[in-house]
């Protein structure tokens, strides 16, 4: 059975910091384009950052220069270090894992909220 646990979300004030982590089991995330997406109330939900294989990573323009997505393969966990939150970047944190257009795998969600 595949899953993807998400956690390390939480309540922060502007200009704080988390680390998000999302631990993989059933599948090497290794092997897969392991990504971070969010959902906002009333918005869908969008890319914030995602992990190629090697090592190749790409970012929402929003997050770009704050936002980090690393793995650790003997960990089988990837992970999204935030730097600078915003409260736009209050949302639901889902990690995900893709393998081509057929293997999709979502985690359960961790809540970010970012206020003062």
């Known amino acids: 059975q595949v899953q993807l646990v998400e956690s390390g979300g939480g309540l922060v004030t502007p200009g704080g910091s988390l680390r998000l982590s999302c631990a993989a089991s059933?599948?090497?995330?290794?092997?897969?384009?392991m990504g971070w997406y969010r959902q906002a109330p009333g918005m869908q939900r969008e890319l914030v950052a995602a992990?190629?294989?090697?090592?190749?990573?790409n970012y929402a323009a929003s997050v770009k220069g704050r936002f980090t997505i690393s793995r650790d393969n003997a960990k089988n966990t990837v992970y999204l270090q935030m730097n600078s939150l915003k409260p736009e970047d209050t949302a639901v944190y889902y990690c995900?894992?893709?393998?081509?257009?057929?293997?999709?795998?979502w985690g359960q969600g961790t809540q970010v909220t970012v206020s003062s």
């Open positions: 995900n894992g893709r393998m081509g257009t057929a293997i999709d795998y």
């Open positions: 059933g599948i090497f995330s290794g092997i897969y384009v």
């Open positions: 992990i190629t294989p090697g090592g190749s990573t």
